[in-house]
Nanobody
Framework: QVQLEESGGGLVQPGGSLRLSCAAS????????IAWFRQAPGKEREGISC????????YYADSVKGRFTISRVNAKNMVYLQMNSLKPEDTAVYYC??????????????????WGQGTRVTVSS
């Protein structure tokens, strides 16, 4: 059974940074495309980034492009999301998930298979 666990969330001031981590267990992350999505209270799920398994390619939604960076260390079975220049509108619960691909369509339509419990990010002064 695929298990993913997110961590690294917290409270940060606008303009600050956080690094989220996604740990996989019971399966090797190498062969999977992994995405990050978020869900703010009262809002729909929003796909924000993805990274392919081998020869990693990445994709970012316009809302985070230039501020967030997704990366992976397959040897550690980990995927990361470095978030810089955070804004109050980035406040949400963040999830990592296995994805059917890493394209604008997959992210826009939130085509994800499995995800963890999420980690909460609050951007506030």
């Amino acid at each position: 059974q695929v298990q993913l666990e997110e961590s690294g969330g917290g409270l940060v001031q606008p303009g600050g940074s956080l690094r989220l981590s996604c740990a996989a267990s019971r399966f090797a992350l190498d062969y999977y495309t992994i995405a990050w999505f978020r869900q703010a209270p009262g809002k729909e799920r929003e796909g924000i980034s993805c990274i392919t398994g081998s020869r990693p390619t990445t994709y970012y939604a316009d809302s985070v492009k230039g501020r967030f960076t997704i990366s992976r260390v397959n040897a550690k079975n980990m995927v990361y999301l470095q978030m810089n220049s955070l804004k109050p509108e980035d406040t949400a619960v963040y999830y990592c998930a296995t994805a059917v691909g890493c394209t604008q369509e997959v992210i826009a339509q939130a085509l994800f298979n499995f995800w963890g419990q999420g980690t909460r990010v609050t951007v506030s002064s």
